[in-house]
């Protein structure tokens, strides 16, 4: 690691060598302790000598701030990347689900709106743009983004689906839809009957309404059962 380290501190060494030894430390900083600490020093180094301005470098040091829970710091990184343009969906998959994660629905709704329009084929930008317009009220907005967006849910992918029928059923609950909000969470529960959001939406949804209390009962009580350690349940 000695003659690794002095390699760094010389700024004649290529970039792209470095960034080639800096990938096969984030592989190994993950099951090392002793790698991470050194991938750590190699990063300053790589800090204090160099104009961060390669986003393969960047997406490095955003990936390290993700295994280290520093999603403030990630998401800065993820953002910076895009500015460089033809950025890669991973990219932009993460960057949304950390403003998700930070709530940061603004942000959120933009970027998911950009992610949608370079990877339209794509769900997710779809699913993450709703989910900011619902934090915004706009509901029959997320709606239409929503039913657009599932046209591109592979056949295989029930999860995603899944996703977007529980969404779904939120969605027509704030909009008093009520018919139209079971029938989607139904629909997410024909796919997975244990499925925990969609117990859960749905038995709050019937609790609001004070509609079959029995049955709302009976689900929030098998999510909880299903997902014991979700606050939320």
Same mark, same amino acid.
């Given at each position: ?21 800096? *990938?096969?430390?984030?592989? &190994?900083?993950?099951?090392? =302790? ?7 020093? &190699?990063?300053? !180094? ?15 040091? =955003? ?14 990184? #993820? ?14 998959? *993460? ?45 029959e907005e997320a709606v239409n983004t929503l039913l657009?967006?599932?046209? #591109? ?10 996703? #977007? ?33 969609? !117990? ?15 049955? %709302?009962?009976?689900? %929030?009580?098998? %999510? ?10």
């Open positions: 690691f000695q003659y690794i380290f002095m390699a760094f501190q010389k700024k004649e060494v290529p970039l792209k060598h470095k960034i080639t030894i800096l *990938h096969s430390f984030l592989d &190994l900083s993950k099951r090392n =302790a002793e790698r991470a600490e050194q991938f750590d020093q &190699l990063l300053k !180094l790589i800090e204090q000598n160099q104009d961060i301005q390669d986003p393969e470098l960047l997406a490095i040091f =955003a990936r390290r701030s993700l295994d280290k829970e520093a999603y403030e710091e990630a998401l800065e990184y #993820f953002v910076r990347i895009t500015h460089f343009g033809n950025t890669s969906y991973d990219v932009w998959n *993460h960057l949304m689900r950390i403003e998700a994660y930070l709530g940061r629905w603004k942000q959120l709704e933009s970027h998911a709106e950009q992610a949608a329009i370079e990877f339209p084929n794509q769900p997710m930008p779809y699913l993450f743009s709703s989910t900011a317009m619902r934090y915004s009220g706009q509901y657009n967006g599932m046209a #591109f849910i592979l056949p295989e992918d029930g999860e995603t689906r899944i996703k #977007f029928h529980v969404l779904l059923g939120e969605l027509y609950h704030e909009l008093k839809e009520y018919s139209s909000s079971d029938a989607e969470l139904e629909q997410a529960m024909n796919l997975r009957k244990t499925h925990a959001g969609a !117990l859960n939406t749905y038995a709050r949804n019937l609790a609001e309404r004070k509609e079959r209390l029995n049955q %709302a009962l009976e689900m %929030a009580e098998l %999510a909880v059962k299903i997902s014991p350690e979700n606050p939320e349940y």
